[in-house]
């Protein structure tokens, strides 16, 4: 019986000890949800960076939660409705497509945008002039779009390469903004353009074909199904017709040149943006979208030499890709 009445307490000391040390556990003062579309290096780089820069910021008062979509839109629905039931304290949305399914599933949820090219055409924003307002900010992964036309015409001048295939994803909002100003100054530059849209990955691989027939060289932008693609685009085109990248993660795989921004830094930003947001530093509503101010023209050397073209000086090379 004495013995029985130990044992009792002993388990009862036990069980308060364990209590106490749980009670004393240090629990984030912050939850932030990451929705990435896809798996490629640029969206990789842009949430490495912008998880770096939170946690360089915050330390151990925030967890941070990555959730990879695959690519599927319908997972991007349940990822991001999944995080504002649990009502975490900021949504950071990387992609375009990520972004638009984010702000329209709350506008309560701070939201933070990256590797988004135009916040306007893919919010539907008329004469948008570089604050959302509401529930979201960001950063832009847009290069110059009259750059991207300028080294077009350097590389490959009317003369000889008259005709630009467009190729792009019908679905991305801001791929088409991009294939519309782009091809307009090329129109302007006196290229003939043709646009080349895919619904999916099920026919890239017929339009592209398609494209490369009749194009002197071929421009994509920053679109995430081509990221996605970028395999079956260089098999088609590689030797047969240049490609010119939105950029360097598509360049590396499959184009001959771009003008491109380092995702990594963009993510860097996203993430001191969202520590002023999470700690009242800043109010989102009035954070402008940031921009890249450092743009990289650089080169595929491969695809270079697979269709016998002399580089212009003083271009970066893309290296171990």
């Known amino acids: 019986m004495k013995k029985h009445w130990f044992q009792t307490l ?13 009670g004393c556990a240090k629990t984030a003062e912050y939850t932030v949800g990451v929705c ?20 360089e910021q915050l330390g151990d008062d925030v967890d941070i939660r990555i959730e990879s979509a695959s690519g599927d839109s319908n997972t991007v629905s349940s990822i991001i409705n999944a995080f504002v039931a649990d ?5 950071v949305a990387n992609s375009t497509p990520v972004l638009q399914n984010a702000a329209a599933a709350t506008t309560d949820s701070p939201i933070l945008g990256t590797a988004v090219t135009d916040y306007g055409a893919a919010l539907g924003i008329d004469a948008f002039d570089g604050t959302v307002g509401g529930n979201v900010s960001g950063t832009s992964d ?9 080294m077009i015409e350097e590389w490959f001048p009317a003369g000889d390469y008259p005709n630009v295939g467009m190729l792009y994803c019908s679905s991305e909002a801001n791929s088409i903004y991009q294939i519309e100003t782009v091809g ?31 194009s002197d060289v071929i421009f994509v932008p920053t679109d995430n ?27 590396a795989a499959c184009g001959v040149a771009a003008i491109s921004v380092e995702y990594y830094d ?15 530093e800043e109010t989102i509503s009035h954070m402008p979208i940031a921009y890249a101010d450092i743009f990289t023209v650089c080169y595929n050397p491969d695809t270079c030499a697979a269709l016998s073209i002399t580089v212009p000086d003083d271009r970066y090379e893309i290296v171990n890709k």
Do not use: W
């Open 266 to 280: 963009m993510g860097y930003a996203t993430g001191l943006m969202a520590a002023k947001v999470l700690t009242g």
């Open 36 to 55: 990435q579309l896809s798996t490629h290096n640029a969206l990789d780089e842009a949430t490495k960076g912008f998880c770096d820069a939170l946690e």
């Open 87 to 91: 009502q975490v304290d900021l949504i």
């Open 184 to 214: 307009a100054l090329l129109e302007e530059k006196g290229y003939t353009c043709t646009v080349y849209p895919f619904a999916d990955s099920n026919d890239i691989a017929a339009v592209t074909t398609d494209a490369a027939a009749h």
């Open 10 to 22: 002993a388990v009862l000391l036990c069980a308060t000890i364990c209590l106490g040390a749980l």
């Open 225 to 251: 199904r081509v990221a996605d693609n970028v395999t079956i685009i260089d098999n088609i085109c590689r030797g047969v017709v240049p490609v010119i990248g939105g950029d360097e993660a598509i360049c």
């Open 142 to 150: 847009l290069a110059p779009l009259d750059a991207q036309a300028e």
